[in-house]
């Protein structure tokens, strides 16, 4: 069964640093990875999407994660945090079969000091 | 496009009244899903549709939940009777056919049951 697991429920850092998030999975096979993100009052909107193609996916606002096959992980990172990032992240996986059925981690909230 | 459409966008009401959440996804779309997000259990999948045709509706948490979709430009999740603990934020997303799909979430309806 597909299941993902959130590291660190917050993280903290400062504006100018490197952003890591943690996310590992749990999939019976090459997986469909997605990051999202929910700024407060906010929908939930598509950072990036690891869909089998190259390991090292690329994303909005500077953000990239990689797939880890070994690891059974997808980690975000940013080299320079700003302080519009400040909001929740989601990794999510895609359930297998045909359908679109989406298991979401239970989030990190990442808040950005001055 | 204009993206998905949910409204209203906030909603009060009082114990026992009927709520009738409603949603456009995007033109275009084979899928539609419900999600409910509180702070106690995160992000939760109610129901999902594929051609307007109920898949999974295993998440819906009693029978005072109802969902339906009329037309590929339409659904709407209705409680009734609503009770305090509905009080949260439910979200429609719509995707394309494909585990690698992405799926694009509407803003939300903010729901409190007094």
């Known amino acids: 069964a597909q299941s993902v697991t959130q590291l660190d429920s917050h993280v903290s850092v400062s504006e100018g640093t490197p952003v890591l998030l943690r996310c590992n999975y749990s999939?019976?096979?090459?997986?469909?990875l997605f990051w999202y993100v929910q700024h407060p009052n906010k929908g939930l909107q598509l950072l990036l999407k690891y869909t089998s193609a190259a390991t090292l996916v690329k994303g909005i606002n500077g953000f990239e994660a990689e797939f880890k096959k070994s690891e059974t992980s997808f980690h975000l990172t940013k080299p320079s945090a700003h302080m519009s990032d400040a909001a929740e992240y989601f990794c999510?996986?895609?359930?297998?079969?045909?359908?679109?059925?989406?298991?979401f981690g239970a989030g990190t909230r990442l808040a950005v000091h001055p | 496009d204009a993206g998905v459409i949910q409204s209203p966008r906030h909603e009060v009401t009082e114990m026992g009244q009927e709520v009738t959440l409603r949603c456009k996804p995007i033109?275009?779309?084979?899928?539609l899903f419900w999600y409910r997000q509180t702070m106690m259990r995160g992000l939760e999948l109610l129901i999902y549709?594929?051609?307007?045709?109920?898949?999974?509706d295993s998440g819906m948490p009693e029978d005072r939940f109802s969902a339906k979709m009329p037309n590929a430009s339409f659904s709407t999740l209705k409680i009734q009777p609503s009770e305090p603990r509905d009080s949260a934020v439910y979200f429609c997303?719509?995707?394309?056919?494909?585990?690698?799909?992405?799926?694009?979430f509407g803003p939300g309806t903010r729901l409190l049951v007094l």
């Open positions: 549709f594929n051609n307007n045709v109920p898949i999974d």
């Open positions: 033109s275009g779309h084979d899928y």
């Open positions: 999510v996986v895609s359930l297998s079969g045909g359908y679109n059925k989406l298991i």
């Open positions: 997303a719509s995707s394309r056919a494909g585990r690698e799909e992405t799926q694009y």
């Open positions: 999939s019976s096979y090459s997986p469909s």
